[in-house]
């Protein structure tokens, strides 16, 4: 069983709409997630990390995490083509292993106009 | 923000030659850097966590004597990709947790190896 995994994608949204990802991990020491966005050629930026469970939300981004059903999602609100990008969930175990990441696959998302 | 800078952005060798990378905190003291690879339309491998002033921690299946790390100051890893094949051909990527406390990593901008 994979450590982490990502709804498999590509997804495709409409421009204005909101994009939904999902993520769920097997490693129920984890206690640090985050999302990161990826463009082509390019290096991981963060966008959002969550820590506790419940929602987080910064600007058209909004992360939830549920530790009990090892789920954590990412949605954006009011998707623009600039959004367009690979979407990668990551966790690690924290304590010493902090910054020790674990990334799910990424999804493809596409925004079109 | 932290800024960690790789150096070079992207590298043409040889096969069988040699290759350095760097990985270097700006802005803050790194006692750990991370050091990913990336395959194409594939995600994050994890190869090594570099420790300042002790001996690197290698991933399963990552072959330490191929890939020499060293991490000799606190805002400096190094990454040397030995005997370069094909197959190594990737996008290295590394990362740098600031100095005690917890906090998260940041990363570098990436450095793609084509070995031909």
């Known amino acids: 069983q994979k450590e982490v995994e990502q709804n498999s994608g590509p997804l495709s949204v409409p421009e204005g709409a909101i994009a939904s990802l999902n993520c769920t991990y097997s490693?129920?020491?984890?206690?640090?997630f985050f999302w990161y966005r990826q463009y082509s050629g390019k290096s991981p930026e963060l966008i959002m990390s969550i820590y506790s469970n419940g929602d987080k939300e910064d600007g058209r981004f909004t992360a939830q995490l549920n530790k009990a059903s090892q789920y954590v999602s990412l949605l954006i609100r009011d998707s623009q083509p600039s959004d367009s990008a690979t979407y990668l969930c990551?966790?690690?175990?924290?304590?010493?292993?902090?910054?020790?990441?674990?990334f799910g696959q990424g999804t493809i998302l596409t925004v079109h106009p | 923000g932290a800024v960690v800078s790789q150096h070079p952005s992207w590298v043409i060798c040889k096969s069988g030659t040699s290759v350095k990378i760097e990985c270097r905190s700006l802005d803050f003291q790194a006692t750990t850097m991370f050091w990913y690879r990336q395959f194409p339309k594939q995600s994050l491998m994890l190869m090594a966590t570099s420790n300042e002033g002790s001996k690197a921690t290698y991933e399963q299946g990552v072959e330490k004597d191929k890939f020499l790390i060293n991490h000799a100051s606190l805002t400096l890893s190094t990454l040397t990709v030995t005997s370069a094949h094909p197959e190594d051909s990737s996008f290295y990527i590394c990362?740098?947790?600031?100095?005690?406390?917890?906090?998260?990593?940041?990363f570098g901008q990436g450095t793609r190896l084509t070995v031909v």
């Open positions: 490693d129920r020491v984890s206690q640090s």
């Open positions: 990551a966790f690690n175990a924290g304590g010493t292993s902090y910054g020790k990441l674990t």
């Open positions: 990362s740098a947790r600031a100095t005690g406390g917890n906090t998260e990593a940041f």
